[in-house]
């Protein structure tokens, strides 16, 4: 059984467009978070949330959008896709503050 | 919140020697964590040890802290070829947290 997944596992979209990330954790923990990593292997936390409520919201353009519609899934809303956009990003959940567990990662590409 | 700093950026061994990479961070912790990120994939938590350890053993992962240096180490014994992958530490303080991955030591284990 797959503790923490996320799809797509891979997106290639145009520039301009709309797109969504879900993830989804069966795990039972609190919080969940998303990570931006970029070409550069650098891995940047991007949102929190605890119980369905914001609790971290790094500098993100508000392009970005997370939405927690229950404990288990974090889904990440992404309007108007730019090219720096492109990276793979990371869903992971904890018992807060605790171990963190990762899902696989969505590779964005846009084009 | 607070980010580790590995050390060294790359590490290159030959299977079955041992490695052994380091992690600095600045201010007191309540633990610190190690992850694993294999090429292409999500972080895998390793080890957890609080501040009140200072040695802790996972099969052929050792982790020391020593909290008045400040810093934290993993030793990889026996390596194998499967253990070529991305190293974080990521320090744990109170309060508001926030998970802070640095920029990893990157290991190659060579068949």
């Known amino acids: 059984d797959t503790a923490v997944s996320q799809t797509p596992k891979y997106l290639v979209t145009q520039m301009g467009n709309d797109k969504s990330i879900k993830c989804e954790q069966n795990?039972?923990?609190?919080?969940m978070y998303w990570y931006k990593q970029d070409s550069k292997k650098f891995l940047k936390i991007m949102f929190s949330?605890?119980?369905?409520?914001?609790?971290i919201n790094e500098t993100v353009p508000n392009r970005f959008s997370p939405k927690s519609p229950d404990k288990a899934h974090l889904n990440l809303h992404i309007n108007s896709l730019e090219l720096g956009d492109s990276a793979v990003y990371f869903c992971a959940s904890s018992q807060d503050p605790g171990t963190q567990y990762f899902g696989p990662g969505t590779r964005l590409l846009v084009l | 919140s607070q980010q580790g700093e590995e050390d060294p950026q790359a590490l290159s061994i030959q299977e079955g020697e041992n490695a052994t990479m380091n992690c600095s961070y600045k201010t007191s912790i309540n633990n610190l964590q190690w992850y694993r990120q294999n090429s292409g994939r999500g972080l895998v938590h390793l080890i957890l040890i609080r501040s009140n350890e200072r040695e802790k053993h996972s099969g052929r992962l050792r982790v020391t802290l020593d909290t008045s240096k400040k810093s934290s180490s993993l030793l990889i014994t026996a390596s194998r070829a499967a253990d070529t992958a991305s190293y974080f530490c990521v320090p744990a303080s109170g309060g508001s947290y926030i998970p802070t991955f640095g920029r990893g030591t990157s290991l190659i284990v060579h068949p």
């Open positions: 795990l039972g923990h609190d919080t």
């Open positions: 949330y605890n119980n369905k409520e914001l609790i």
